[in-house]
């Protein structure tokens, strides 16, 4: 069975750093694409950041200068690093990966999000 799973959420002040990071596990054959995205309470999910397996970013404008995805693919692991944070960047943060494993095929998988909070 494969799985993500998130850590390194949690509570900090504006102008703090947090680092996010994902693991993949289970029966993998590849990972494609992989990603941050965040649901603030009452908006929709939407992207923080991108990477590939060829290193590739993207990065939502609201992120761009103060966040920064990157991956070891050797550990199947995803980071985000945030810094200079702001309280509208508080939001459950959800990591996505695109990967194969025992069945053909790619299939999006997701973790069950971290939530971070940023006071002001």
């Known amino acids: 069975q494969v799985q993500l799973v998130e850590s390194g959420g949690g509570l900090v002040q504006a102008g703090g750093s947090l680092r996010l990071s994902c693991v993949a596990s289970?029966?993998?054959?590849?990972?494609?694409?992989m990603g941050w995205y965040r649901q603030a309470p009452g908006k929709q999910r939407e992207l923080a950041a991108l990477i590939t397996s060829g290193g590739s970013t993207n990065y939502a404008d609201s992120v761009k200068g103060r966040f920064t995805i990157s991956r070891d693919n050797g550990k199947n692991t995803v980071y985000l690093q945030m810094n200079s944070l702001k309280p509208e960047d508080t939001a459950v943060y959800y990591c996505n990966a695109d990967m194969s494993g025992i069945l053909p095929g790619i299939f999006a998988y997701w973790g069950r999000g971290t939530q971070v909070t940023v006071s002001s």
């Open positions: 289970g029966s993998i054959s590849s990972i494609n694409r």
